[in-house]
């Protein structure tokens, strides 16, 4: 699937969900601390009901192994039949990539110019590969320099001069592991916009909360984001509440509003939402025929 079919899907997926006709109860985390944990996502909406099974185990990548991996099933709603089974760090990777895009291009200034992913990781890659299919120019930036370059050469992007180069872009996209914070208090500027996507589960940051504080803050489900996302640190030190932060979907469909000027420092918290596996896994299914998929026929 092209970055740009799975940036549409995943937009439709969130309107829907903020208009009520997608469903999604939250995942759930099953921790198996300290190497990592797995999380059952399930939602319900086109007509198919979906569960993702999937992992973090940040620590993988030194033994060759993925971080995020798992499988996704696609049920038909109206008998409960499985209709599709899908490799969860595929369909992950393509909503990822599609989600900070999305962000970036809802929350991020008009005029914006540079882009810049910190963390060219599997996911790190995915988002490059979506700004790079909507014409944008982009830079990475990598602890691991090596990565970064490659990842750089594979997609048509650039690698950054400096870390401080990549996080003074207009758009920054963070997608590390959330072990250390990215974005300390004062790093923003006015007129920024930052989609965070590596902090997803309990323990894990890219922005400290004192920067959550004084910036326009966005995520992708409140009820999620609060408890796992990198809002729970600002909503357990009280500096956030329910009332300060947006849903994208609700910006989606004009019920909130995004970036009121240039200088507002906008920031999206993105935990992963099982709509989004959905919109993928729907997608992909309309590719099945063309791709002589072998499907059951119940
Ligand atoms: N929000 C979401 O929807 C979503 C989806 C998928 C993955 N994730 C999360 O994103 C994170 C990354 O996932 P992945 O599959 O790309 O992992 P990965 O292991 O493939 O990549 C992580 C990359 O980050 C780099 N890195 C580590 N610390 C860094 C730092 N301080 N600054 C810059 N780069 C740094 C590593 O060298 C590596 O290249 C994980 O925490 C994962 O759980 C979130």
């Keep these: 699937m092209s970055p740009e079919r799975a940036l549409a899907a995943v937009r439709a997926a969130f309107v829907a969900y903020a208009r009520g006709e997608w469903t999604m109860p939250p995942k759930v985390y099953v921790p198996a601390y300290p190497e990592g944990d797995f999380r059952a996502m399930p939602a319900l909406g086109g007509g198919h009901a979906l569960l993702k099974w999937v992992t973090s185990f940040p620590g993988n990548p030194a033994h060759g192994l993925p971080t995020v991996t798992g499988l996704v099933l696609l049920s038909d709603a109206s008998n409960g039949m499985p209709v599709g089974v899908f490799d969860a760090a595929a369909v992950t990777a393509l909503r990822t990539g599609a989600a900070a895009v999305l962000a970036a291009e809802t929350l991020g200034r008009a005029d914006a110019e540079t882009a810049a992913v910190v963390g060219a990781g599997v996911n790190g890659e ?31 992007a650039e690698v950054a001069r400096t870390r401080e180069a990549a996080l003074a872009s207009d758009v920054v996209v963070t997608v590390t592991p959330g072990r250390e914070i990215v974005l300390d208090e004062g790093s923003l500027k006015p007129g920024q916009h930052a989609s965070l996507m590596g902090a997803d589960g309990p323990g894990k940051a890219e922005i400290a909360v004192a920067e959550l504080a004084r910036v326009q803050v966005f995520c992708d489900d409140w009820e999620q984001a609060s408890h ?14 329910r009332d300060d932060v947006v849903q994208l979907g609700d910006v989606l469909i004009d019920t909130a509003e995004g970036r009121q000027s240039d200088e507002d ?11 989004q596996d959905l919109a993928i896994a729907l997608a992909a299914m309309e590719s099945a025929d063309d791709l002589g998929v072998p499907q059951l026929d119940f």
Aim: hydrophobic fraction near 50%; proline fraction near 0%.
């Design 228 to 241: 796992n996302g990198d809002l729970v640190h600002a909503v357990e030190a009280g500096a956030l509440r």
């Design 265 to 275: 420092i906008t920031i999206f918290d993105s935990t992963g939402l099982a709509i």
């Design 126 to 156: 995915a988002v490059a590969r979506t700004f790079v299919a909507r014409g944008r120019r982009v830079q990475l930036w990598d602890v691991d320099s090596a990565r970064a370059r490659s990842v750089a050469e594979a997609i048509g």
